[in-house]
């Protein structure tokens, strides 16, 4: 079998993996929300073990099958959201250069820095979601049904429930500008997590090209990701779309920051006795309060770098 024969078999095995992880994810359960997060994961390891081919392919299978048991336009959400940002996500990660190039020891390896990687999951996820929110009308009605659906549901659960029409208007208020930041994050750690795992499991198969790289000393964001951030501050205080638009990058830029913040703290307890104890505090304090989030935001804030894993394995396939 050719390696292009290869490609297009496993892309298809990935496409159909990844729509039925989506697929089976519409239907209620406890674990809808994991098997939306890991339908990145078939795509990722595709691109990441075989070829951009196997990426394409795949996304263009799971498409198909989401459509077809779905809707056509629950199909390119998936894909907007998902199924591309993870085929470009793997594209990346395979980007490699020769070292000397940028002043490194001859006959090595630059791969496409960690940090750059992070800034793309950032902005990926806000160009997706920005057009998931045009397409769907995302603003004060779309809130507006959301939040009064959901406050009949805590009437049903609890009878004494009876807020009052100005906590109702100061709910959906926060709602609109909250929800785009929340799931902007939270999409952003999704597709990090997701390129992580599908990095070790590619690595274990012997198929990765790109080397492991050191997450606490390597995942920072770069400059230009301060320089986005600061823009969604600014659109923040627009009124209008330009706001929701804002609070979007706040979540996607931020988030990234954030993880930025505890990789260093990994990398500064590094041979500390009680670097356990002090990781596992960090992590549960934010779980439990996200004041620290705002900690561990600066803490990557002023640590910004572009990043990169240079190696003397075999020669990248393509170049950025």
Known sequence: MTQQSTSLLVGLLAGVSAALLLVSAGYSSGLSFLMFATAALPILIAGLGWSNLASIVAVAAAMAIVGFA?????????????????????????LGRPAEELGGPEGAVAWYPLSDILLSISTVVCTGLFAVGLAMGYGEGFIGELVDMFVEALKLNNAEYQPTA???????????????????????????????????????????RRPKDDLPTQLRMPPMGAVG??????????????????????GAFGIGFVAAGFAIAHKRTRGKPARGMLLWLAYLSTVLFTLPLGFFLFLGLFDTARTLTVTGGPGPDTHP
């Open 70 to 94: 779905t809707t056509p336009q629950a199909a390119l959400v998936t894909a907007v959201t998902t199924l591309a940002p993870a085929a470009w996500i793997a594209h990346l990660s395979n």
């Open 166 to 208: 100005n906590g109702i208007a100061e709910m959906k208020q926060f709602f609109l500008f909250a929800l785009p930041a929340i799931q902007a994050a939270i999409w952003v750690l999704i597709l990090l997590a997701g390129w992580y795992v599908a990095s070790a499991i590619v690595r274990l198969s012997g198929r990765s």
């Open 229 to 250: 951030l600061g823009a969604g501050v600014v659109l923040s205080f627009v009124p209008g779309v330009a706001a929701l638009v804002g609070w979007t990058i706040i």
